[in-house]
Every structure is written in structure tokens, then in C-alpha cells.
């Protein structure tokens, strides 16, 4: 069985603005190994979270394949790759994008209720999680009442209540302080270990960056 995770081929991405046609991506091509971590670094504009959005499913590319565990994900419909995003993907982003009216445990377990787990299969799932990101005596907190901090540990729980193989990670420090962001970077490096996952983190903080066990630039839309 090959242990490449998810394959990218001849990746292209282009926006039309106007009458201008905007090429962001570039003939990608990219390899990720089954429980590998990835920094995804370069400057400001050069297509680093649009690359992301695609490897993720959030945005269909232009030309070019994206293969996860062999098979082509941009062969299925919007509904089929809705259901495989939220089954087989988790993402974390800068901001950390929870439902201010839910506690961090609803939060977490919105993932597996919108798959149709049982709900209180989900509530156990997502109990466990909260409980390995260090919250488990803030499950009934909404986010208004968590620090940056732990509201982004509520984050990367949510992202992993369905279990998904790959993690991708938008700058997940990127709004928080330098003591804060290491014991983020420290709950991404235990889960990552602990579950077997692959993880791409898109990051400027070139700390977090050295602790993935590769790192790959993308310049101009190219990778480098």
C-alpha cells in the first residue's frame, strides 16, 4: 500500500478580475507521506492559502489533480466532496471561526452531527478531544469566555472530531502572542504524533515552521 497520502499534479489556479486573467498557482506538484509534517511558507500574496483551499477541497483548481489516497477528489460532485471534506480533512485557521452561541464541546461536535454521527457518540468523541487539547474543565464555556488560546485549541479539536488523515493549518498562531502560540504549536505537535496525522501548516512564524520535518516555499505561485 503506497504511503503517499495526498498527490498533486500540474496544479494551475487563475481568477478572472475583470478583463485580466490572474494565474495565483502555477504548475504545482506536490507529494505528502502518510503521517508527515509540511511547513508551507513564502510572502504575502505568493498563493500560499489559496494552494490550501485547493489541497482541502475548498476550492476547485483550474487544471491540473489532486489525488488523495489515489483517487482524484475533484471527480466528484459538490455534494460527494462537501461529505469528504468534512469526513476526511480538518482545517485550522488564523481566526478561529467558532459559533459564539454554542459551547467549545457543541462547537466541536458540530462536525460529526452534520455527518449524522449519533449524538451522543459525537459529545464523547468531542468530550475526548477537548480533553487532550488541555480543556477539559472548559467544555461548557462559549468562546467569549476562552482566551485566544484556548478558543484555537477548540478550533483544532473541531477540526479533528471526524477523525480526518490530513490536517491543514492557515497560520493557526498567527493572532496570538509568542507564549500562547507555543503551547498551541505544542498541542499540534502531540495530536499530530499521537493520531498518526498529516499536517500542513502555512506559517510565517518561522519557530513553528522549524519543527515540521519538511518545509517548501512557494514563490509567485510556484514551489520552490
Same mark, same amino acid.
Given at each position: 500500500?503506497? &504511503?503517499?497520502? $495526498?498527490?498533486?499534479?500540474? $496544479? ?14 502555477? /504548475? ?15 510572502? &504575502? #500574496? ?9 489541497? #482541502? ?6 487544471? #491540473?489533480?489532486?489525488?488523495?489516497? /489515489? %483517487? ?9 466532496? %462537501? &461529505?469528504?471534506?468534512?469526513? @476526511? ?10 459559533? @459564539? ?12 452531527? !452534520? ?24 467544555? !461548557?464555556?462559549?468562546? /467569549?469566555?476562552? @482566551? #485566544?488560546?484556548? +478558543? +484555537? ?9 471526524? &477523525? ?27 495530536? +499530530? ?14 519557530? $513553528?515552521? %522549524? ?14
Amino acid at each position: 500500500m503506497s &504511503s503517499c497520502l $495526498l498527490e498533486v499534479r500540474g $496544479l494551475c489556479k487563475t481568477y478572472e478580475i475583470g478583463k485580466n486573467r490572474v494565474e495565483v498557482l502555477s /504548475g504545482i506538484n506536490l507529494e505528502l507521506e502518510t503521517a508527515t509534517t509540511t511547513a508551507l511558507v513564502g510572502a &504575502s #500574496g505568493a498563493g500560499k492559502s489559496t494552494l490550501l483551499h485547493v489541497l #482541502g477541497a475548498l476550492d476547485r483548481p483550474t487544471s #491540473g489533480t489532486v489525488c488523495f489516497q /489515489g %483517487a482524484d477528489i475533484f471527480q466528484k460532485n459538490d455534494r460527494e466532496l %462537501a &461529505s469528504f471534506r468534512n469526513r @476526511s480533512i480538518g482545517f485550522v485557521f488564523q481566526f478561529h471561526h467558532l459559533l @459564539s452561541e454554542f459551547t467549545a464541546l457543541e462547537n466541536v461536535m458540530m462536525p460529526a452531527l !452534520i455527518a449524522r454521527v449519533p449524538r451522543v457518540d459525537a459529545r464523547i468523541m468531542a468530550e475526548e478531544l477537548l480533553t487532550d487539547v488541555g480543556l477539559a474543565n472548559r467544555m !461548557i464555556h462559549r468562546p /467569549g469566555e476562552l @482566551s #485566544g488560546g484556548e +478558543q +484555537q485549541r477548540v478550533a483544532i479539536a473541531r477540526a479533528l472530531v471526524m &477523525s480526518p488523515a490530513l490536517l491543514l493549518a492557515d497560520e493557526p498562531t498567527g493572532n496570538l502572542d509568542m507564549k500562547t502560540s507555543e503551547g498551541v504549536h505544542a498541542v499540534l505537535a502531540d495530536l +499530530q504524533q499521537k493520531k498518526g496525522l498529516t499536517l500542513v501548516v502555512v506559517t510565517h512564524n518561522e519557530r $513553528l515552521a %522549524a519543527a515540521m520535518a519538511r518545509t517548501v516555499h512557494l514563490v509567485d505561485g510556484c514551489l520552490q
